[in-house]
């Protein structure tokens, strides 16, 4: 009897998943900021374009086991292209990549 129940446990789980409410992303990213777990985007955006000049291809919110992360992509005016990770939560800068494409 042990083994039907966890089978149909695993057979009504995943139901019970897609049967919670679900925030969409832009949702939960402004809760986050109204309660002061991340900066806006318009301050993190500033801070990158003072420091890093050029355009801003791509924005991305990442949530990595609790520690909300920005990505952004900023095309440099010599042409190369730069991702920088930001803590969203304070926008200290904890890494740069360089595509070398």
Excluded: F, N
């Amino acid at each position: 009897m042990k083994r039907s129940l966890s089978g149909l446990m695993l057979i009504l789980l995943p139901l019970t998943l897609a049967a919670q409410p679900i925030a969409p992303d832009y949702e939960t990213a402004r809760q986050a900021v109204d309660r002061g777990d991340m900066l806006p985007l318009e301050q993190i955006l500033a801070r990158i374009e003072a420091r890093h000049p050029g355009r801003i291809v791509e924005v991305e919110l990442e949530d990595e086991d609790g520690l909300w992360l920005y990505e952004i992509e900023v095309l440099t005016p010599e042409g190369r292209l730069i991702e920088i990770e930001l803590d969203a939560r304070t926008g200290a800068i904890l890494g740069y990549e360089e595509d070398d494409d």
